[in-house]
Nanobody
């Protein structure tokens, strides 16, 4: 089992920045790739970004490319999502997840999930 706890969400004006963090505990010795997803009210949970264990490969939702950056520190068991130039449409609950198998872009590919952190971007 891996426990994931997100932090760093909040309320920010459009154009501002936030940095989300995800702390992992438990069976963190496994080489999990990690992902961030988000879910807005009334919408399905969608992929935002993912990073492989080695950090050599990263993947992004098209609408966040150039604005969001995913990174990880394996020594600290943390994964971060730096979000710049935020837009009102980025408003959602953001979830951290540990990848199991399959495409990075699908929720079913992830074994463990955090509880989420709310990000609200005002216009």
């Amino acid at each position: 089992q891996v426990q994931l706890v997100e932090s760093g969400g909040g309320l920010v004006q459009a154009g501002g920045s936030l940095r989300l963090s995800c702390a992992a505990s438990g069976r963190t010795g496994s080489n999990y790739a990690m992902g961030w997803f988000r879910q807005a009210p009334g919408k399905e949970r969608e992929f935002v970004a993912a990073i492989t264990w080695s950090s050599l490969n990263t993947y992004y939702l098209d609408s966040v490319k150039g604005r969001f950056t995913i990174s990880r520190d394996n020594a600290k068991n943390t994964v971060n999502l730096q979000m710049n130039r935020l837009k009102p449409e980025d408003t959602a609950v953001y979830y951290c997840a540990a990848h199991g198998s399959g495409s990075f872009y699908y929720t079913r590919s992830y074994y463990f999930w955090g509880q989420g952190t709310q990000v609200t971007v005002s216009s």
